[in-house]
């Protein structure tokens, strides 16, 4: 670090409990939140929205849920990819077989099918812990890569197991372009990591 925090003294539990507590972190975030919403989409090429920039967004995304359970619970789970990829599978069916909904709402029932998955592998293992915690989840993980490589109605029968969205559609902006993918799923992240401080009771 080139600085220190000397000086810069905490008079208040809320101040101690920051993510940020250093004025100059706090200073630093927020310039690089504003440097991706407002140059990010000038500068970058639709090659770098697609192979880096929204693959990044959407892992960032499965970090905050695999944060609060291993960081905040003291879990361990090395599977956590599997439930990412059943509420990825579950929106992907949702849109297709359910085009009429909100896609807010799709967004809400694959969470809900996520959890689902995990309560299915979680519940048992309520009398394990440690190691073993860890090899149910990643029973969870070879158990998902085989359903989804083998039943090939969660990929509409596609010959080559992968599947391809049609443009998301909310509140009339249609969100097809590289750039529109990449500012709502940046929306999405500040969004979640706003609701995971407030659920901790922390703050930037």
């Not at 770098?48 to 905040?72: C, E, M």
């Not at 998955?117 to 309520?126: R, T, V």
């Amino acid at each position: 670090m080139l600085y220190r925090e000397n000086g810069q003294f905490k008079s208040t539990y809320a101040a101690d409990l920051q993510m940020l507590p250093i004025l100059q972190d706090r200073v630093l975030m927020f310039a690089l939140v504003a440097f991706a919403f407002l140059a990010v989409p000038f500068l970058a090429s639709d090659y770098l929205f697609l192979s880096l920039l929204i693959p990044f967004l959407i892992l960032a995304l499965a970090a905050i849920g695999l944060n609060l359970l291993v960081g905040y619970c003291g879990q361990i789970s090395i599977g956590h990819a599997a439930f990412m990829a059943v509420g990825a599978y579950a929106a992907y069916n949702l849109v297709l077989r359910v085009p009429w909904l909100n896609f807010l709402v799709v967004l809400v029932l694959a969470g809900f099918f996520a959890a689902a998955a995990g309560m299915i592998f979680g519940i048992p293992s309520l009398r394990i812990k440690g190691l073993y915690l860890a090899v149910a989840t990643l029973a969870a993980q070879f158990f998902s890569d085989w359903v989804f490589a083998r039943v090939k109605w969660f990929t509409d029968y596609s010959h080559s197991g992968s599947v391809s969205t049609a443009p998301i559609q909310l509140f009339g902006w249609r969100i097809d372009t590289p750039v529109e993918k990449y500012l709502f799923l940046l929306g999405v992240l500040i969004a979640f990591i706003g609701l995971e401080l407030a659920g901790i009771g922390a703050d930037i």
